[in-house]
């Protein structure tokens, strides 16, 4: 038998070798994705956790003295359930590199220099903490986006408004922050010493807690049980030392802040990868089972000479595993290559340097298991049936002979059309000969359009948004003022500059929203971006805010008062339960105020800031005259150039005023933080469907290739009555691109499905509310073409074959 | 005189791995045009063979072949397959039907690749073939729901559809019960009278009573011709 079965993968070795392709293309997707995955999960999360994160941060609304801090941090460490406290600080401020200013702001984190930095760590690569007084040092990932170097003298402005002039002393690695580049702003690390005025001590406003599982002394992976521990210690801290609350910040437990996006991206990705390898193995299954049935005369004769059915079925199954084994010793390998150039990739997505890059020794071994025992298992129904073939039946056996199917019966009529030529009506016919063969390929294929189809559409809406967003942005310039500022002054001011068309102001401020009578709770992480709720009081004539999508409720009324809108991200976060009419407390500046909420808005990447009240209103409720600190510009000219131009004027002008700027830039800022989110999940999804491709290409062509063995004889028919080798290579042509074109009228519906889908889920993920739903007409044209010409190349081979098979040989087959 | 088979010295050997297996052992043949001749001998000696030779489906080792005025070794494999649609008609003993067409389908198809007939005659004359084999009643329908005599009837119709000079038959009543088998013959007889030459390989004794002459192998040799009383 070991003999036969040499001879049987000599005789049918290109057949065996698009099986060993088919698995070894999905296997190595699946393997490479599965490799990564693991690897990305085992250093983000010893990469972050190493930071011994804080489990919440207690962020009080008048900042303390460092002594006073640390003394409350020691109090707090003896309560129950917590492991780990600390003060710090952090603010955000312009930065001026050796006397230059950047576009990009810098936020500093700011801790005590007795900071036994225990919790909230940061790795600082060559010196140690703390940095003396007059140095910072700066994230290693903001240096260039900064453009700043060790020993170059930058410039910030402290929270007590003085300038800081610091020399850059080192660099810090920080795996607990989203990337600097993707946030657009760079990251500072200082002692509270470099903070100290005129013998004033610097002052702290985050209590940072890190809160223990029951009993052992881990930090606790159930965000219930920290909000519970930490809304006790919040509630001490005002009873025993009278502080004020501005908000409690709990972020996911153990999770990074792009955590939620990088497993999202790796489980789809696994999933496609999962996914091509179930239809791979299912399609080597099916060529399995055509080699079976091809090989049912000899397995009559095997047994006529005396093979039991289990010493056959033994012999198929080494056959198949010895495809199974090929294919899995070369996607090894290559999965291992892929997962090590892409892990790099998705740690630097999530700012994290990788200590290894390999795979946990598991991951090897769900890739042998399921290389080596998935087609096996595919293939066992056709396996099993083949051995146990009679010898009679196997005489009886006549290959696909003379019966058409009911599918073919079924497309007579197209023999009523007058002028059709039989060559291709004989093509169409053919190609549901076999219908399971057909809807497999056909599946095959339609899977890999569909994924296409929807990953360049998911290209087209992440454009539409962007599209959305500057047809309805009408302006060019986005101001932060520091503090509070009177907005005719201001239009005085800015309207008669060069360029300048026309500006409007509202309010914006850091917020904590909650129940009545409760804390201020969010999902903050520390960078303060992530989950941060903000109040926008906009003012009535505002041409510059445009009115969000509402998805409960109603929007503000001119001038209407106690009456704010929530969109949908914050009051997931901060109130899941409230609807439009309920009631609401927004913590601000220490001052607690009742708010009704009139409606729920959608909107995307968290649009500005969560929380919307009328300008009188906030007014009103603060008992302050109506002021503004954020500025919205429109130029005359809306080019870069003006933007930056009339940027850099606003600033001077206004400090130049006694107004201080925190920053003044282009809007097209802001779209480079969105387009480094999305990004590379396009990438991703356009590479599933590539290896989808390849398998369904491969699919298309063992499928052709199996239908001219089954229909030898038929084609040695057609030379013998008269068909030019053109002509039966025509014909085969055709059904490959039959099947082609099936398949894209197949994805159709999945494709939109998956467009829908996936808009929704991304957008969701990404941008908190799904993407508008658009199809990439150009996608369905450049599958339309590639199916095409895929189908007509990979049918070439099985076509040439058919073309060239002499009248004796097809007359002889079988 | 132009015959429609002239056959002149010609042997094919198949190399095996003991040696090489004479199929057909120098054979001279001669067929006119009208002729109706059968050829018959033993199983292996060698008719399927020289039929194959004949309708250009294999190439002779020395020797040549000439049918209808054409030296088949000349030809290359698509030119054969020209010639064959021109020149030749061929009928299987397991008839041979493309089962995903209907039976005036089958028909129509070598008068596509030969484009001898004007595309709109086409349809016309299947259906006319089909009548004068006795089965234009099931035309439209697909060979699998035909019987073996009807389907060898229609496989007739379809080597007559370029009206070619020459019918060649392997077997052709191999696979079917007596009653049909002397259906078939009887319309190979009619065909003949009707000026067709027609060359059928068979094992089949009845053939004599229907065949103008009898050319019968030995070891790929040609061992009797009635028409010529040649006895080796």
């Known amino acids: 038998m070991r003999v036969k079965l040499r001879r049987d993968l000599r005789a049918t070795w290109s057949r065996f070798a698009l099986m060993v392709i088919a698995i070894a293309v999905s296997l190595t997707v699946f393997g490479g994705v599965l490799f990564a995955w693991a690897a990305v999960g085992r250093e983000t999360s010893a990469a972050y956790m190493g930071t011994e994160p804080a489990s919440a941060t207690i962020v009080l609304d008048q900042a303390i003295d460092t002594e006073q801090m640390a003394a409350i941090a020691a109090e707090v460490r003896a ?11 952090q603010f955000n401020s312009e930065i001026e590199v050796n006397g230059s200013l950047r576009d990009i702001p810098i936020q500093v984190f700011v801790a005590a220099p007795a ?16 940095p003396s007084a007059g140095e910072i040092f700066v994230g290693s990932d903001s240096l260039t986006l900064l453009g700043v170097a060790i020993g170059d003298i930058v410039t910030v402005e402290t929270p007590s408004g003085e300038l800081a002039r610091l020399r850059v002393a080192d660099v810090v690695y920080d795996p607990s922050l989203a990337p600097a580049p993707q946030q657009q702003r760079g990251h500072g690390y200082l002692s ?37 521990v930490v809304g006790d210690v919040g509630e001490w801290l005002e009873r025993e030392h009278g502080l004020a609350i501005g908000e409690i910040q709990v972020p996911e437990p153990y999770a990074h802040p792009h955590q939620g996006q990088a497993d999202a991206l790796l489980l789809s990705l696994l999933a496609g990868g999962a996914a091509a390898l179930l239809l791979s193995t299912i399609l080597v299954a099916n060529m ?26 033994r012999f198929y199954l080494a056959m198949t595993l010895i495809v199974a084994g090929a294919a899995t010793l070369i996607a090894l390998p290559l999965g291992i290559l892929i997962s090590r150039a892409g892990v790099p990739a998705i740690l630097g997505f999530l700012g994290i340097e990788a200590d290894s890059l390999a795979a946990p020794w598991w991951t090897y071994l769900i890739v042998l298991a399921a290389g080596l025992v998935l087609p096996p298992l595919m293939a066992l129904i056709p396996l099993i049936k083949s051995s146990r073939t009679t010898v009679r039946a196997a005489i009886d056996h006549h290959g696909l002979g003379a019966n058409a199917s009911t599918t073919t019966g079924a497309l007579a009529w197209l023999g009523r059309i007058r002028g059709l030529d039989r060559g291709l009506l004989m093509a169409l016919r053919n190609t549901i000969r076999r219908p399971a063969r057909f809807l497999l390929t056909v599946g095959l294929l339609a899977s890999a359009g569909t994924v296409f189809v929807a990953g360049m559409s998911l290209s087209s809406a992440t454009e539409a948004v ?17 503090g509070p500022a009177s907005m005719d002054e201001i239009t005085n001011m800015l309207e008669p500059l060069p360029d300048v068309s026309r500006v409007e102001g509202w309010t914006r401020t850091q917020t904590g929203v909650a129940g009545p009578g409760q804390i201020p709770l969010t999902r903050t992480y520390p960078d303060q971006g992530h989950g941060s709720v903000s109040v926008t009081a906009i003012s009535v ?49 220490g001052q607690p105020t009742t708010w009704t909420v009139v409606g729920i808005a959608e909107e995307r990447e968290g649009g500005s800031g969560g929380v919307y009240a009328t300008a009188e209103g906030f007014a009103n409720a603060m008992g302050q005259p109506q002021r503004v600190n954020q500025l ?16 850099d004027t606003v600033d001077e002008t206004l400090t130049a005023a006694g107004i201080e700027v925190q920053s003044a830039a282009s809007v097209s800022q802001s779209d480079l933080v969105t387009a480094a989110h999305l990004g590379p999940i396009i990438l991703i999804v356009l590479a599933i469907s590539i290896a989808m491709g390849v398998v369904g290409g491969i699919g298309l062509a063992s499928t052709m290739s199996a239908n001219i063995l089954d229909r030898t004889r038929e084609f040695g028919v057609m030379h013998a009555i008269g068909a030019r080798p053109k002509a039966v290579r025509r014909i085969v042509v055709a059904e490959g691109v039959f099947l082609a074109l099936t398949s894209v009228a197949v994805a159709v519906i999945p494709a939109l499905a998956l467009t829908a889908v996936l808009g929704t889920g991304l957008g969701n993920l990404f941008m908190g509310a799904p993407l508008p739903f658009r199809v990439s007409m150009l996608a369905v044209g450049i599958w339309l073409v590639l199916v095409i010409l895929g189908g007509a190349l990979a049918t070439d081979a099985a076509a040439n074959r058919a073309s060239h098979l002499t009248v004796r040989e097809a007359l002889a087959y079988l | 005189m132009e015959f429609a088979i002239r056959v002149s010295d010609m042997v094919k050997t198949y190399p095996l791995s003991v040696g090489e297996v004479v199929a057909v052992d120098d054979l001279n043949l001669e067929i006119t045009h009208g002729e109706f001749v059968a050829i018959v001998g033993r199983s292996g000696s060698g008719k399927t063979t020289l039929l194959n030779l004949l309708a250009g489906i294999d190439r002779p080792t020395s020797g040549t072949v000439r049918v209808e005025g054409a030296d088949l070794g000349s030809l290359s494999e698509s030119g054969l397959a020209v010639w064959r649609g021109q020149n030749v008609g061929l009928v299987f003993q397991f008839f041979q039907l493309l089962p995903t067409l209907s039976v005036i389908e089958n028909v129509m198809l070598p008068m596509d690749f030969a484009g001898k007939i004007p595309a709109g005659e086409r349809r016309d ?108």
Do not use: C, Y
């Open chain 1, 541 to 589: 004539d505002t041409t510059m805010l445009p009115p969000p999508k509402l998805l409960e409720g109603r929007w503000l009324s001119p001038g209407e008062t106690g009456a704010i809108v929530l969109n949908q991200i914050t009051r997931d976060n901060t109130v899941p339960d409230v609807q439009a009419g309920d009631t609401v407390q927004l913590l601000v500046g």
């Open chain 1, 466 to 482: 962007d599209e959305e967003r500057r047809e309805q942005r009408t302006w060019d310039v986005e101001v932060q003022l520091a």
């Open chain 2, 125 to 232: 004359r299947a259906q006319q073939l089909l009548d004068r084999v006795g089965i234009g009643d099931q035309a439209d329908k697909l060979p699998a729901t035909l019987s073996g005599g009807q389907q060898q009837r229609a496989a007739i119709a379809r080597a007559l559809a370029n009206d070619p000079p020459l019918l060649l038959a392997d077997e052709p009543t191999g696979n079917l019960d007596s009653v049909t088998a002397d259906a078939v013959l009887k319309l190979f007889a009619d065909l003949n009278s009707d000026g067709q030459t027609i060359v059928v390989v068979t094992h089949e004794a009845d053939i004599r009573s229907v065949a103008g002459r009898q050319v019968t192998l030995q070891d790929g040799r040609v061992v009797d011709d009635e028409r010529t009383g040649v006895s080796v």
């Open chain 1, 632 to 647: 919205r510009i429109a130029t005359n000219s809306h080019d870069e150039q003006t933007r930056i131009a009339v940027a």
């Open chain 1, 288 to 313: 399995l089972n055509t080699l079976f049935t091809q090989q049912i005369p000899q397995i009559g004769i095997m047994k006529a000479i005396g093979a039991g059915s289990g010493r056959i079925g």
């Open chain 1, 192 to 228: 509270a010493a470099s903070l100290a005025t005129s013998g004033e001590q610097a002052v702290m406003d985050q209590l940072k807690i890190q809160v223990a599982d029951p009993g052992p002394g881990t930090p606790s992976r159930d965000r219930n049980a920290v909000v519970a």
């Open chain 1, 79 to 89: 309560r129950p359930g917590v492991i780990e406290a600390t003060g710090r600080t």
């Open chain 1, 115 to 130: 900071d036994p930095m225990r919790m909230a760590i940061f790795d600082v690569q060559q010196a140690t903490w703390p």
